[in-house]
């Protein structure tokens, strides 16, 4: 089994914390503010509704773990979710925006489930990515499919992992050029397929 966790578990637990306080501590003063204004209930209704998406979100993130058995791609959050990648039947870049970050993840559907999975994280002043190992495995897996989608983004992954060997600049790196092709502004959007296709080509 290869983890294929971006972040540390133990920095994903404290990230998730964050998350969990500062969105508990926002639902906790509007709630105290309601009550003063109205009433306890109307008080206490406000924060049960503003407090629990935070500490949902908080328990995923704490829990999010994703691996690679063979050829079986499984991500854990408030669920598990498992996919075969020799059923797979689509494959995407997925590119988020967040507080200066930009993070890219593949998007895989197989055997009706769609699992995403993040490769690499992009801000002006620091970078995260997929460990060497984890990279490796995800497009050995992939190019053992034979599937011709399949191969093209498993070629993507394989020009990451040397990009990241040789320590490359950052507009040297596959996966940041996809992370800069993201239309800024945008909460998170699916890289055109034949950008990617044209990056690989490129390669």
Do not use: C
């Not at 050829?71 to 979710?81: E, F, I, Q, S």
């Amino acid at each position: 089994m290869v983890p294929l966790d971006l972040l540390s578990p133990e920095l994903a637990r404290r990230r998730a914390l964050v998350v969990g306080l500062t969105g508990g501590l926002v639902a906790a003063l509007l709630g105290v503010l309601v009550a003063l204004l109205l009433d306890a209930t109307a008080g206490l209704v406000l924060f049960v509704v503003l407090a629990l998406p935070p500490s949902l979100l908080a328990f995923a993130e704490s829990r999010k773990r994703s691996w690679l058995d063979g050829r079986v791609l499984t991500v854990r959050g408030l669920g598990t979710t498992s996919a075969d990648l020799a059923e797979v039947t689509d494959l995407g870049v997925l590119v988020s925006q967040a507080k200066g970050l930009r993070t890219v993840s593949l998007l895989v559907t197989a055997g009706g489930k769609t699992i995403s999975v993040a490769l690499a994280i992009y801000a002006e002043d620091r970078l995260r990515e997929l460990e060497p190992l984890a990279l490796r495995k995800l497009a050995d897996a992939l190019n053992a499919t034979g599937q011709p989608h399949a191969l093209l983004f498993a070629e993507l992954l394989v020009a990451q992992l040397r990009a990241e060997a040789r320590e490359a600049a950052l507009d040297e790196r596959p996966l940041f050029t996809l992370a800069a092709a993201a239309e800024p502004g945008k909460l998170a959007q699916r890289i055109a397929p034949e950008v990617v296709s044209k990056l690989v080509a490129s390669l």
